[in-house]
Every structure is written in structure tokens, then in C-alpha cells.
């Protein structure tokens, strides 16, 4: 027989709280403590990085000022030196590397997730994979052995073509190819084909997480294959399109032994990119740290402290995006 | 059994009604789905065999039977969802108002602009608004949005339909996903209904809902049956007497493909089953 419970329950006095705690196994605490203890030291190095940059990098800073930050020249025996040039060719090559990088990944993302065949779906994935592991080094080689010789008439033909559209691509001497030889330009192009692979391979692992349930939806309103991937699958990637693009603009920015083998350095603004002659932070500490000492090499570590805090912003920043949205939560609808 | 005389006439009468003014929220022209020897398989597991089935116009087809004998699959065949598994594939052919959807000068999205589909489980477009959800698909497919106006009464019209309308109507901005389990399936019936096909397939729609929200789903399928044709797959024999004029039994033996045991009205094949079988089923002691 069931009972009732008779007119509201009468106001019950204050009772003591109950504790409410598990005791965790010996074993679940040594677990803990060792993943723990794992997480915090990746923090902990990672800020010892910081540390370390920074104290190298006080002598210069104490001796430029401000100026370090806004002078261009690098002339450590003369006294003056700053990054502001190395940080506008580093963002001009991050910038070209973008515009190559990213039609060309979300186009192939787009393909291995939703287009290509079943039979060669798989070897793809491991190619773009593999791809992303090739040494940098190997790429670097590629890009100056083949790259660069075939990239001097595009950039010939942007500079005769659009220059009067858009000033910036002109050169000096449009007519010698050798004035596009080792330009912002090529070093992008060539770094775009370092992050290529890994931003590919974020946008494609987000893209084929989109719900089966809402792809169905809408291919059984009638929706083309395109329709269904414009309405479902892209807002569903759309953080990882952003986040793919952020690590391979993070990964651009401190490209170092591609932009090395491309550029001739040189320490001012240019505003020509197609004009031969740039020079990237990454570059520059790799180019000069052999031959620095005292305030210059501590000139390096300020340089290399700018590159750090810059690409952690942006990694920082993408992380977030990408976190805040369904398919970097991995919620389920 | 009802033919498939009638429909012909009246599609005639709202197409040109819809060229002319806001569009009507179904056809008006239920369609009648005619399954003929269908077989199907994954891969090399058959899963249906020779199953012929037709699908009144406007009338309700329950299609029931224990798990795993092919309903769902069945189902999804009828507006071509089947195919998009890797490995389906099947034999047979279904006729919407006599022609085959699978012919080859067909496309398949033809036929699912026709044949709308709502699932098991509710799938609306979660970051879109509960009004774009419910016009998504004449956007998806490409079809005008009937003006402002037009498009505020459609929503409207079909969020009514599908018993939605009160609930939502102060908040027809909010995601589709901050609706309650409930009412996000109503809103995917809202959706289909409102590019207004010929026959609403639906699978398992109340198995995730509670009774009230079932119930609401049920009257909804009531009320559109006679504008659309709607086949049903339920676990729920009391839902398939509620809800269906008509019922076919789907039984599989262990490991072989499903077919159809008995096929006939709702009444006669819940109270007077002629195999043993159905009997055995509808009175719960099976499945």
C-alpha cells in the first residue's frame, strides 16, 4: 500500500549539516598526485622560459629603453638596436604564409572530411599527417632548391600587373628577377607550406565531428551536399577553422630555418614585399647568435622574449576560441 | 485500402494556389508511397526482404516491430537516407505517386524536398534562431523565403502545425538548442512541415520524450494526418493504436533479414491479429 504525505510539510528547525566526503584510494592519490604533478611542471617550465628570456634580455632592455622596442637598426657596436623591423617581417611573412596556407587548408579539410571517397579517405588523413611531421628543414631545402626559382615570376608578374592598382607590390627594378629573389613574399609562400599540413589537419579533425544527427537533418530537408556543409558543418567548425588558423600563424611566426634559407636580411620597413630583403625574429636570432656576445647576444634574448610573449598571445588567444565553442567542448547536442 | 486516385487533382489546385500567394503550409497533397519488393543490405548483410507495403494517402502507417527488424532501415529508405550509409544498398523500388524515386534521372534531394524526415532524436540546427530553424529548409533548398510577411506567417503557420506555437512565439530569436527535449522535436516537425512535403516520415519520434511532450507529438501527427502522408516507426503499441490508421509488423528471425509479418488497419491488426505472431506482439509478449 502507498502512504500520503498529509498537508505541507511543517517548517523543520535548523539541522546540522551532514560532511560529505569520499576518502580517495592510495592508489587514485598517487595518480593524481603524478598527473598533477606533470600539468604543473609543463606550467612551470614554460615560466621558467619566460624567466630566463627576460633576465637575458634585462642588459639590452636596461641600455635601449624604450627605444628597443621602436628602433630598427641592429647595430649592438654602435649601441643602437631594436626589433620593430624584425617584428613587421615577421608579421609580413606570417601574413603571406596566412594567404597562402589558408584556402588551400580549408579547401582540403573540407574535401578528406566530406568529399573524398572512402577508399582514399584514410591515406589522405596519413598523408596531410606525415606531412606535418616532415622536418622543417626538409621543406626549407624544398622551398630554396625549387620554390623560389618558380615563385620569381608570379611575383614579376604581380608586380608589372597590379602595382599601379596597388602601390605596395611594386620593386625598384621590376624587370630583374633578381630583385624578388628573397623577398617577405617568398618566405611566406614557403612558410605556408610548412603550417599547411597542420592547419589542415585541425579544421578536418573538427569538420568530421559535426553531428551526424544535424548533417542528416539537413540532407533529409532536401539540402545538396554543399547546403549541408554550409549549414552544418562550417558554423559547427567554425572554431576550429579559427583555431587551425591561429596555431599555424603561431607555428609561422616562429619559423626559423625556412625564412633563413629564403631571405637576404635587412633591418628596415619595407613596405615593398615583393622587394627582395626581410628579416624575421626567428631568423635573425638564428642568423646572428653565433657571432653575439654581451649586450648583443642579451639584444637576441630580448628579440626571442617579443617572439615568446607574441606567439603565447596568440596561442592563448586561439585556445580560447576554440574552447568556448561547441566543437572544441565536444558537447553533445 | 485508400488509391492513390485522388491526390492527383488537388496537387494541381494548390500549385497553382501557391505560385499565386503565401504558400500553404503542407501541399494539401498527401502523396501515396508504394513499396515494391524491397530488399536491403549493409554491405553483404541483408537486412529487409521483399517487403511490399503501400502508404495510404493522408492516413497514418505505423510501422512496429522489435528492435532490429529493419523498420528504421525501411523507413530510411524511403527518402533515400538509406544510401548515405558507406556499404547500403538495396532492391526493389518506391513509387511517390507512381514514380520511382530511385530512378535514375531522379535526383535523390528531388525526392527528399517530398518526403520530409524527422528523427529519433531531435536534430535542430542549434545555433540557429527557432525561426530560421523552422525556415531552413526552404533556404537549404534554395527556394525563395515568401517575403517578410510571408516568411513571419509560415513560421507562425507551421509552428502551430506542429503544436509549438504558444510556447515559442515570445522567443522565436533563441537558439533552437535552448528549447526543452520536447519541444525541439516539435520544432523539427515544425521545420519539415514548413516546405510543405508530400508524406513526413518519422523514427521513433517520442522515444526521448516524456509523456506530456509525447503526447503533444501525437496530437500534432493527428492533426497534419489528411494534409500529409505520415509513416511512423514506434516501439509504443499504445502509440501506434493512438496514432495510426494503418500498421505493418516488421519481424526479424536471428540473423536473417526482416520482412513484413501482417499488414492491415490499426483496429483489426491490434484486435484481431491473424498470425500468431502479431498477436503475440501487440499483446506484449515479445519484443
Given at each position: 500500500m502507498s502512504t500520503l504525505t498529509e498537508g505541507p510539510p511543517a517548517p523543520v528547525p535548523v539541522r546540522d549539516r551532514r560532511v560529505i566526503k569520499s576518502r580517495p584510494t592510495t592508489s587514485d592519490r598517487t595518480f593524481v598526485a603524478a598527473a598533477r604533478s606533470a600539468a604543473v611542471s609543463t606550467l612551470v617550465i614554460m615560466g621558467l622560459i619566460g624567466v630566463f628570456l627576460a633576465i637575458g634580455a634585462w642588459p639590452a632592455i636596461k641600455q635601449q629603453g624604450f627605444s628597443f622596442v621602436t628602433e630598427s637598426q641592429w647595430l649592438p657596436e654602435a649601441g643602437t638596436f631594436g626589433i620593430s623591423s624584425l617584428l613587421w617581417g615577421t608579421i609580413l611573412v606570417g601574413l603571406f604564409a596566412l594567404i597562402v596556407?589558408?584556402?588551400?587548408?580549408?579547401?582540403?579539410?573540407?574535401?578528406?572530411?566530406?568529399?573524398?571517397?572512402?577508399?582514399?579517405?584514410?591515406?589522405?588523413?596519413?598523408?596531410?599527417?606525415?606531412?606535418?611531421?616532415?622536418?622543417?628543414?626538409i621543406y626549407a631545402i624544398w622551398a630554396l632548391f625549387f620554390l623560389q626559382e618558380?615563385?620569381?615570376?608570379?611575383?614579376?608578374?604581380?608586380?608589372?600587373?597590379?602595382?599601379?592598382?596597388?602601390?605596395?607590390?611594386?620593386?625598384?627594378?621590376?624587370?630583374?628577377?633578381?630583385?624578388?629573389?628573397?623577398?617577405?613574399?617568398?618566405?611566406?609562400?614557403?612558410?605556408?607550406?610548412?603550417?599547411?599540413?597542420?592547419?589542415?589537419?585541425?579544421?578536418?579533425?573538427?569538420?568530421?565531428?559535426?553531428?551526424?544527427?544535424?548533417?542528416?537533418?539537413?540532407?533529409?530537408?532536401?539540402?545538396?551536399?554543399?547546403?549541408?556543409?554550409?549549414?552544418?558543418v562550417i558554423p559547427f567548425g567554425r572554431a576550429g577553422i579559427i583555431g587551425g588558423i591561429m596555431l599555424g600563424l603561431g607555428r609561422a611566426l616562429g619559423e626559423t630555418i625556412v625564412v633563413f634559407a629564403i631571405i637576404s636580411p635587412m633591418f628596415e620597413f619595407t613596405t615593398h614585399p615583393l622587394e627582395s630583403g626581410t628579416n624575421t625574429i626567428a631568423a635573425h636570432i638564428a642568423i646572428r647568435y653565433s657571432e653575439s656576445s654581451g649586450v648583443a647576444l642579451s639584444g637576441l634574448l630580448g628579440a626571442g622574449l617579443i617572439l615568446f610573449l607574441f606567439t603565447l598571445v596568440i596561442n592563448t588567444f586561439a585556445g580560447v576560441v576554440v574552447s568556448r565553442s561547441r566543437s572544441g567542448a565536444a558537447t553533445e547536442i | 485500402m485508400t488509391t492513390d486516385t485522388a491526390s492527383d487533382e488537388t496537387r494541381v489546385d494548390l500549385d497553382i494556389d501557391a505560385t499565386t500567394t503565401i504558400p500553404q503550409l503542407t501541399a494539401g497533397a498527401p502523396a501515396t508511397l508504394v513499396a515494391r519488393e524491397v530488399s536491403a543490405w549493409f554491405g553483404n548483410h541483408q537486412v529487409l526482404d521483399n517487403v511490399d507495403l503501400t502508404m495510404a494517402a493522408g492516413q497514418v502507417t505505423a510501422l512496429i516491430g522489435p528492435s532490429g527488424c529493419g523498420k528504421s532501415t525501411f523507413l530510411r529508405i524511403l527518402n533515400r537516407m538509406h544510401e548515405l550509409v558507406p556499404g547500403a544498398s538495396l532492391a526493389g523500388e518506391i513509387l511517390l505517386d507512381g514514380q520511382d524515386i530511385y530512378d535514375l534521372d531522379r535526383r535523390p534531394i528531388e525526392s527528399r524536398r517530398r518526403i520530409g524526415m524527422v528523427f529519433q532524436?531531435?536534430?535542430?540546427?542549434?545555433?540557429?534562431?527557432?525561426?530560421?530553424?523552422?525556415?531552413?529548409?526552404?533556404?537549404?533548398?534554395?527556394?525563395?523565403?515568401?517575403?517578410?510577411?510571408?516568411?513571419?506567417?509560415?513560421?507562425?503557420?507551421?509552428?502551430?502545425?506542429?503544436?509549438?506555437?504558444?510556447?515559442?512565439?515570445?522567443?522565436?530569436g533563441t537558439p533552437g538548442s535552448s528549447l526543452s527535449g520536447g519541444q525541439q522535436q516539435r520544432l523539427c516537425i515544425a521545420r519539415a512541415l514548413a516546405v510543405r512535403p508530400d508524406v513526413l516520415l518519422m523514427d521513433e519520434p517520442c522515444s526521448a520524450l516524456d509523456p506530456t511532450s509525447t503526447r503533444r507529438v501525437e496530437e500534432t501527427i493527428r492533426s497534419i494526418a489528411g494534409e500529409v502522408t505520415v509513416v511512423i516507426v514506434t516501439h509504443n503499441m499504445q502509440q501506434a493504436q493512438r496514432v495510426s490508421d494503418n500498421c505493418a509488423f516488421f519481424l526479424a528471425a536471428e540473423g536473417q533479414p526482416g520482412y513484413i509479418v501482417e499488414q492491415g488497419p490499426t483496429g483489426e491488426l491490434f484486435e484481431n491479429p491473424r498470425d500468431e505472431r502479431t498477436s503475440d506482439y501487440v499483446n506484449g509478449r515479445f519484443g
Open positions: 596556407a589558408v584556402p588551400v587548408s580549408f579547401g582540403a579539410a573540407l574535401f578528406i572530411s566530406e568529399y573524398a571517397p572512402r577508399s582514399i579517405k584514410k591515406a589522405l588523413v596519413t598523408i596531410v599527417d606525415l606531412m606535418a611531421a616532415v622536418p622543417a628543414v618558380r615563385l620569381l615570376s608570379v611575383a614579376q608578374w604581380l608586380s608589372v600587373h597590379l602595382s599601379g592598382l596597388l602601390p605596395f607590390l611594386s620593386v625598384e627594378v621590376p624587370d630583374s628577377p633578381s630583385s624578388y629573389t628573397s623577398s617577405a613574399f617568398i618566405a611566406g609562400v614557403a612558410v605556408g607550406f610548412v603550417v599547411m599540413p597542420t592547419m589542415t589537419s585541425v579544421m578536418r579533425e573538427v569538420f568530421s565531428q559535426a553531428p551526424t544527427g544535424e548533417r542528416e537533418g539537413a540532407i533529409a530537408l532536401g539540402a545538396t551536399r554543399w547546403g549541408m556543409i554550409r549549414s552544418v | 532524436k531531435a536534430n535542430p540546427f542549434p545555433t540557429m534562431s527557432v525561426h530560421d530553424n523552422v525556415l531552413a529548409g526552404l533556404r537549404l533548398t534554395g527556394r525563395k523565403t515568401p517575403g517578410k510577411n510571408g516568411a513571419a506567417e509560415l513560421v507562425e503557420r507551421s509552428l502551430r502545425s506542429a503544436g509549438l506555437w504558444e510556447e515559442v512565439k515570445a522567443r522565436l
